[in-house]
């Protein structure tokens, strides 16, 4: 049985630290801190957990927090949360004149943290990883409020590593996170997606022939010719990008026997749609960024990709063969470690960085010409999805909440 969280009232004064119990009997809405940020694969997580917990309780207050100048004090608002933000950063890995300020961004992020708690009170605090959730989670549990770490990847932060024996539960994207939590509070629930994109991949799967054809009218496919989709995330890749450029410069892709539609990224987009119209291949559809992921999934008949925690989740719930090419400029190389998890189940090809642009073509060649290899390879991938990860992980916060 976990203790009931200290009444952090706001009356109390910092000096006053912790505050007193709160009557057991006494029944209001749940009150969820959730922080973290920094990149799309703490944020949408967060927000999948939030529409969870509220989807069960309806009438549950949700907070999060956040770091000054990322991009969750945009992404939260805008998904019609609260967002309070601290000022803190992470450690250059080289020495900088930056790193002589971390201590005293630190302690003033506990101070607001602090604050932060004894203003809203919560029943539980959850942390989605990013430099946030350190403070937070950290001035939490001294205050005996239960604590959960939601850990997308097979490699986890060094936020979440720090916080692993003071937090009550961990909620694991990936299997194997007993080397770095205890094995007796760790819960393999998949990563949540936001509501709105399970509803729609799983859609798709009621009518998959209508739905490719839809989805290839919409960006100018050919309905009767395989389609590779590449994906190098919102920013783009420029392993991926250039591989797309060798594999299109090599010959006409009608030749190739497949098209394909490319999401450079958006900082790449005005170079690449360029070359593209320059090149002039039918075959050969490019965008910036691809706001209709749904779509996209549905006109692939492959799908090359990064191996972001979020993507993995998305792409086990589409269940189409798959390579990845996780990105060698990651903390602790952990596309490497979630890509593997994939691949060890027969889920997945992965393909290293340093050579996909050599590879790609042969590859998803290979692909084409091995339909029960693709089939055996789906069923692995859709084996790993975890539609249900949001409710789940919900489930564990309000329990947290009410033992």
Not at 245 to 268: E, N, T
Not at 270 to 282: G, L
Request: glycine letters at 8%.
């Amino acid at each position: 049985m976990l203790p009931r969280p200290w009444n952090l009232r706001a009356a109390d004064t910092p000096d006053h630290w912790p505050p007193a119990r709160p009557d057991p009997m006494e029944k209001a809405p749940l009150r969820i801190l959730i922080s973290g940020g920094g990149t799309g694969g703490h944020i949408h997580p967060a927000i999948a957990i939030a529409e969870g917990i509220q989807a069960q309780q309806p009438d549950a207050q949700i907070e999060f927090v956040g770091a000054l100048g990322r991009m969750e004090m945009e992404r939260i608002p805008a998904a019609g949360y609260t967002i309070t933000g601290l000022p803190i950063t992470g450690i250059d890995r080289k020495l900088s004149r930056r790193n002589l300020g971390f201590p005293w961004r630190l302690i003033r992020s506990l101070i607001l943290a602090r604050r932060i708690i004894q203003r809203f009170q919560p029943d539980v605090a959850v942390g989605v990883g990013g430099f946030a959730s350190g403070p937070l989670l950290w001035m939490a549990s001294k205050a005996g409020i239960p604590t959960l770490i939601q850990e997308q990847n097979g490699f986890p932060g060094i936020t979440n590593r720090l916080l692993a024996k003071r937090v009550h539960k961990v909620c694991a994207g990936f299997p194997g996170l007993d080397k770095w939590f205890p094995s007796d509070k760790i819960t393999e629930t998949g990563n949540p997606l936001r509501r709105s994109i399970v509803e729609r991949l799983e859609q798709s799967q009621h009518d998959a022939t209508n739905h490719v054809t839809s989805a290839r009218a919409h960006f100018g496919l050919r309905e009767d010719k395989p389609v590779l989709l590449v994906l190098g995330g919102s920013l783009g890749a420029a392993s991926m990008n250039a591989a797309v450029r060798q594999l299109a410069s090599s010959g006409p892709l009608a030749k190739k026997g497949f098209q394909v539609l490319w999401q450079c990224g958006g900082r790449y987009e005005q170079e690449h749609v360029e070359w593209a119209d320059a090149h002039n291949d039918p075959f050969l559809v490019v965008r910036g960024f691809i706001d209709r992921m749904d779509l996209a999934y549905d006109a692939a008949s492959i799908i090359a990709s990064r191996a972001g925690a979020m993507s993995i989740a998305e792409l086990a719930l589409v269940g189409k063969p798959t390579l990845l090419v996780p990105s060698p400029h990651v903390a602790e190389d952990h596309q490497t470690k979630n890509a593997r998890s994939v691949v060890d189940r027969q889920g997945a090809i992965m393909l290293p960085d340093d050579r996909v642009v050599r590879d790609l073509g042969q590859e998803v060649r290979h692909l084409l010409n091995d339909a029960e290899g693709c089939a055996t390879m789906s069923k692995a991938l859709r084996a790993a999805a975890r539609p249900k990860a949001a409710t789940t992980v919900a489930n564990a916060v309000i329990e947290l909440a009410h033992p």
